[in-house]
């Protein structure tokens, strides 16, 4: 499990689900020359 | 992988106040928030309305675990404390 | 509630309520007449934005809050109000990087240049030694654009990105580039080249082959710190994604504002067929933005149409637009420079005299000094 990754233990219908919930879901860092049609 | 080496903030202390950079603007949008640093160029997606909220919920809130808890049900802090935190190595955020 | 996965990238295929950054080319004059020229620079158009309509640009620009314009032309300094309107930009929240070709450069600007934290400064170069550069830009632009550099590290600017646009001639000094960067303590920028504007008479003797193509993607691939303003995004079907967006910005999150206030999908289709407005109609450049047919239209679904049995479409999404507007290929089809060799193919299908030409055309018709191409 890398550092970007927690893990969330979550009860469905009485069984213990782990659920990764990675922040990348959240959160994405892209370069602002990331995007094309700009020169 | 579009995503760019994003880092995260290891030390990430979510009992101290933070704040958002003052050379940041946030652009909200549909899915959540633009937000650019304007001194280090750098441009980060906050792809939740909840995160947006927590962000900007930081200026008053005491301490980051404060400031999320006021948004999200216990089940989802460590998803937004991870978030945060790479929010703090993005220098999107920073200690109060 | 647990966050919802969120493709991005399928986000802004939809469009933004404005563009994320965006190309502002300020005139078309130029002293140079580079052979591959998109935007086929050269003479000022005398319908030119004055200062007051270029301000309100900004003032549009700032309300909108795009973080980020880049400016170029044309030559941009040849503007006399070229600081006026780049001070203005930063003063009202709009960061600015402006490309050049150095010629204006000189030691002052670049003080001046150094002064603000928010302005950067890309120069163009496309050979990583006279002969190569000139045959493209003309005689001396080698020279002139290197002592531009050289102007700026004296300034104590700091980092600034130097563009090269990959063609067949230039992609062997690949590793010449990065020391030509290294030296001046600037970032690398690698971009596509498009058949557009003056593109369109050399691109089929300056495009890349797909050997090279290949030998690129492995480049960059291997280097994730030089900028491409993902402009490579047709390479991704050769395998790991490159970084960024990986996705045709045109009219969805990017778009060009020419020297006239007419306002383009991008900077690649200077087009009659790709202009969506004019700043100057009433309701100005956000208008434009949300509601033209043009742009409104691109931000519509797209059907991979001929692509749609092929498993590498979701990587290249067929690839540019540009590209294939200018070469008369269909836009529902393969990237001329498909890497599976989807394009070639289609290629050999399309006359020649068939492909576009440019509509917008400000070319110096006395001919200009170039070095003899092999």
Redo the contacts between chains.
């Keep these: 499990m890398n550092?970007?990754?927690?893990?969330?233990d979550?009860t469905v219908d009485g069984a213990e689900t782990e659920?990764l919930?990675?922040?990348?879901?959240?959160?994405?860092?892209?370069?602002?020359?990331?995007?094309?049609?700009?020169? | 992988m579009?995503?760019?080496s994003?880092v995260?903030d290891?030390h990430f202390d979510v009992g101290r106040a933070w704040r958002l950079d003052p050379q940041v603007a946030l652009r909200d949008e549909e899915f959540g928030a633009l937000a650019?640093h304007y001194g280090t160029?750098?441009?980060?997606?906050?792809?939740?309305r909840d995160?947006v909220e927590i962000v900007r919920g930081l200026e008053e809130a005491p301490s980051a675990r404060a400031a999320i808890g006021q948004v999200v049900d216990d089940?989802?802090v460590?998803?937004?404390?991870?978030?945060l935190?790479?929010?703090a190595g993005?220098e999107i955020i920073r200690a109060a | 509630m647990?966050?919802?996965?969120?493709a991005?990238r399928d986000r802004f295929k939809l469009g933004l309520q404005a563009p994320?950054?965006?190309?502002w080319e300020l005139t078309y004059a130029c002293n140079l007449s580079c052979i591959h020229c998109?935007s086929s620079s050269g003479r000022r158009d005398p319908r030119e934005l004055s200062t007051a309509e270029a301000k309100a640009v900004i003032d549009e620009m700032a309300a909108l809050q795009i973080?980020?314009v880049?400016i170029?032309g044309g030559e941009p300094l040849i503007r006399s109000d070229f600081f006026e309107l780049v001070e203005y930009a930063v003063d009202h929240g709009v960061g600015v990087k402006f490309?050049t070709n150095g010629t204006r450069l000189d030691a002052a600007r670049a003080r001046r240049l150094a002064g603000s934290d928010y302005i950067d400064v890309q120069i163009s170069l496309d050979g990583a030694d006279a002969a190569t550069n000139d045959a493209i830009r003309g005689v001396g632009s080698f020279d002139t654009a290197i002592t531009a550099m050289e102007n700026l590290v004296a300034a104590g600017f700091g980092p600034f990105k130097i563009?090269v646009v990959m063609t067949r001639q230039n992609i062997p000094q690949l590793d010449q580039f990065e020391e030509i960067a290294a030296r001046y303590g600037a970032q690398l920028?690698l971009?596509r080249l498009r058949p557009a504007g003056r593109g369109a008479d050399t691109w089929d003797e300056l495009h890349p082959t797909t050997a090279q193509q290949r030998d690129l993607y492995h480049w960059l691939l291997d280097r994730p710190g030089v900028?491409?303003?993902?402009?490579f995004?047709h390479l991704s079907a050769l395998g790991d994604p490159l970084?960024?967006?990986n996705?045709?910005?045109?009219g969805r999150?990017?778009?060009?504002i020419d020297p006239v206030g007419d306002v383009y999908?991008?900077?690649?289709v200077i087009h009659e067929d790709f202009l969506a407005g004019n700043v100057r109609d009433e309701g100005g450049f956000t208008k434009v933005w949300r509601e033209s047919d043009l742009f409104v239209s691109l931000r519509e679904p797209s059907s991979a149409g001929a692509c749609a049995s092929c498993g590498s479409y979701d990587a290249c999404q067929g690839g540019?637009m540009a590209a294939k507007f200018f070469t008369g290929l269909p836009l529902d089809g393969p990237d001329p420079e498909c890497v599976l060799g989807h394009g070639e193919a289609a290629l050999e299908k399309v006359a020649i005299s068939l492909r576009p030409g440019p509509s917008v055309d400000h070319s110096v018709r006395t001919p200009v000094s170039f070095a003899a191409r092999s």
Excluded: H, Q, W
Excluded at chain 1, 3 to 8: G, I, L, M, Y
Excluded at chain 2, 42 to 47: A, D, I, N, P, T
Excluded at chain 2, 78 to 83: K, L, M, R, S
């Design positions: 550092e970007n990754t927690t893990a969330v979550a659920v919930v990675t922040d990348d879901l959240l959160v994405e860092e892209v370069s602002i020359d990331g995007m094309c049609g700009v020169y | 579009t995503v760019a994003g995260t290891p650019y160029r750098r441009l980060v997606f906050l792809k939740s995160l089940e989802s460590p998803a937004y404390e991870a978030a935190a790479r929010l993005s | 647990p966050p919802e996965p969120l991005l994320i950054c965006m190309t998109l973080f980020y880049n170029g490309s563009s920028r971009t900028l491409t303003g993902d402009s995004f970084e960024g967006l996705l045709c910005g045109a999150v990017v778009c060009l999908a991008c900077p690649f540019c």
